[in-house]
């Protein structure tokens, strides 16, 4: 996604590792109303570039570990898990911090094979499957 600071052009970008689709501009367009300019192009003040370029970072690194555990974990509890997880926040910094934390959660409970924890948090296919 292309944005403006200062007159100066820069970049803000999140990928859904799976498709290698950036999806940042969705990321930013659902949480506010971005300003734009007299040609259409979005522009940021250096403070919400910084804030905004932070957010992107935690959620690029859940997709990478979405990506990285697609093999390991069932599609359809890693769905439920993170919609259980997260159905109740409505600003996108919660809701990307959350998404974090229990990506990170899963991936511990995974490398430490937590059953119990597994088990617990709906991953019954993806207990049985590392058994």
């Known amino acids: 996604m292309r944005v403006y600071v200062n007159g100066e052009e820069r970049h803000l970008h999140v990928y859904d590792r799976a498709s290698g689709c950036d999806y940042a501009k969705n990321v930013l367009c659902s949480q506010e109303r971005l300003d734009t300019d007299e040609y259409g192009a979005f522009t940021l003040t250096e403070e919400d570039y910084k804030k905004w370029q932070g957010l992107l970072?935690?959620?690029?690194?859940?997709?990478?570990?979405?990506?990285?555990?697609?093999?390991?974990v069932d599609a359809e509890e890693m769905k439920n898990y993170l919609y259980e997880e997260t159905?109740?926040?409505?600003?996108?910094?919660?809701?990307?911090?959350?998404?974090?934390?229990?990506?990170?959660?899963?991936?511990?409970?995974?490398?430490?094979?937590?059953?119990?924890?597994?088990?617990?948090?709906?991953?019954?296919?993806?207990?049985e499957k590392l058994s």
Request: charge should be negative; glycine fraction near 2%; proline fraction near 0%.
């Open 87 to 127: 159905m109740y926040l409505v600003h996108i910094q919660e809701t990307t911090d959350m998404e974090n934390l229990c990506l990170k959660e899963l991936r511990q409970a995974l490398a430490e094979r937590d059953m119990k924890w597994l088990t617990d948090n709906g991953f019954v296919k993806t207990a």
């Open 57 to 72: 970072a935690v959620q690029q690194e859940s997709e990478d570990i979405l990506f990285a555990l697609k093999d390991c």
